[in-house]
């Protein structure tokens, strides 16, 4: 090989090599220039790892993921703060709420699945329990439940990310998409609920359909149905008028207990409590017990009593009804005195004084 061909070979041999050292110090360049990537990588594998898309957070995470990270940050995170303790609490309704969250996570994550949207890996899913997590909970000035907050990238102080309002957990996860859309400007798409009835359910109630259709219709053509029974009639009436009087509806409305303990003695329970402004549930059973008395000792005057022809009979369970109606009115209205305060008095006429 001639001196020219060698050099020439030389030279071609050095730029090759200088250009992949180039591009080899560019490359990791590039990787030490971002390192949020290792952040958002492990947050995706833990959001994979969750049935619901709900990463459980705790001090440790929330230093990793959030305080020791610098912002901007290239992604934000919701996060649910959770006590277990307090699940008994039925008006807190943390675990409705808990369940929620984790709907509107998975339904976030299904309708963001393609790596293409621009809402996918910007949004993360947390929860932070108490017990676990008092600091977290300090850090953020949480002091009551339920709770849920917004960090957004630029948020450098935990206690400035933005927090929503308690009266907009009335409508649960829409509320929660509604809130995570006007403030991170996400994209969250339709809530995804599960059916109420699965498909196998509804193929085994099919099946058990058309098997029990022609015994059906055998009972339907011979009378011989429950909705031809009196008893069933007269049953359900009775109840309906129950479920009426009682309040029961007012009861389940408003979560009502039956009884409270009473504040200067523990031991002690309280079925009747005294003011306007709240009714227990064993009130309004009480109550309706009584009226419901009072039914029935009409309906049976008025449509079993007349048929009797003894009339000393009739002269004397109509006395009876009569006081039994009498006292059990004036129960009620008792009740309704002591409760309200108000008193009701039966007019008599002037001339009678």
């Known amino acids: 090989m001639d001196p020219i061909s060698q050099k020439l070979l030389l030279t071609t041999t050095h730029s090759l090599f200088l250009l992949l050292l180039l591009l080899a110090t560019t490359t990791t360049t590039v990787t030490a220039s971002d390192p949020n990537s290792e952040l958002i990588a492990d947050l995706l594998s833990l959001q994979s790892s969750s049935k619901s898309g709900v990463i459980h957070f705790d001090d440790h995470s929330i230093s990793r993921f959030l305080t020791s990270s610098k912002p901007p940050r290239p992604y934000s995170l919701l996060i649910f703060f959770d006590a277990l303790q307090l699940h008994d609490k039925s008006e807190l309704r943390l675990r409705d709420l808990r369940n929620e969250f984790s709907l509107l996570a998975s339904s976030f994550i299904a309708n963001n699945l393609n790596e293409s949207s621009a809402s996918h890996g910007k949004l993360f899913f947390c929860d932070l329990e ?6 977290s909970f300090s ?13 957004r990238p630029t948020v450098t102080i935990p206690k400035d990310s933005d927090q929503m309002d308690q009266g907009d957990f009335s409508r649960m996860a829409e509320s929660m998409a509604e809130f995570v859309e ?4 996400l994209t969250v798409g339709p809530i995804r609920r599960p059916p109420i009835v699965s498909r196998r359910q509804m193929i ?4 058990i359909l058309l098997i029990w ?3 059906l219709v055998k009972k339907i053509l011979t009378s011989e149905t429950l909705l031809h029974d009196r008893k069933i009639w007269l049953g359900g009436a009775v109840f309906v008028y129950f479920f009426s009087v009682s309040g029961a509806m007012h009861n389940i409305i408003r979560k009502m207990p039956m009884f409270l303990a009473d504040r200067n003695d523990p031991s002690k329970l309280v079925f009747f409590y005294q003011g306007s402004g709240m009714q227990l549930g064993a009130e309004g059973f009480a109550v309706g017990f009584l009226y419901t008395i009072v039914g029935l000792l009409m309906a049976f005057v008025t449509h079993l009593l007349v048929r009797v022809r003894n009339v000393t009979v009739q002269r004397s369970v109509m006395l009876f009804a009569l006081f039994v109606s009498f006292w059990a009115v004036k129960k009620v209205v008792y009740l309704d005195n002591w409760k309200t305060g108000y008193g009701i008095h039966a007019f008599w006429p002037s001339r009678w004084n």
Do not use: D, M
């Not at 108490?130 to 600091?135: G, L, M, N, T």
């Not at 850090?139 to 960090?151: A, I, W």
């Not at 006007?182 to 400007?185: D, I, L, N, Q, V």
């Not at 085994?204 to 099946?207: C, G, P, R, S, W």
């Open 139 to 151: 850090l953020f000035g949480v002091n009551s439940l339920p709770h849920v907050r917004l960090v």
């Open 213 to 215: 259709t022609p015994f």
């Open 130 to 135: 108490f017990k676990e997590s008092q600091s």
């Open 204 to 207: 085994l109630f099919v099946i």
């Open 182 to 185: 006007s403030r991170a400007k």
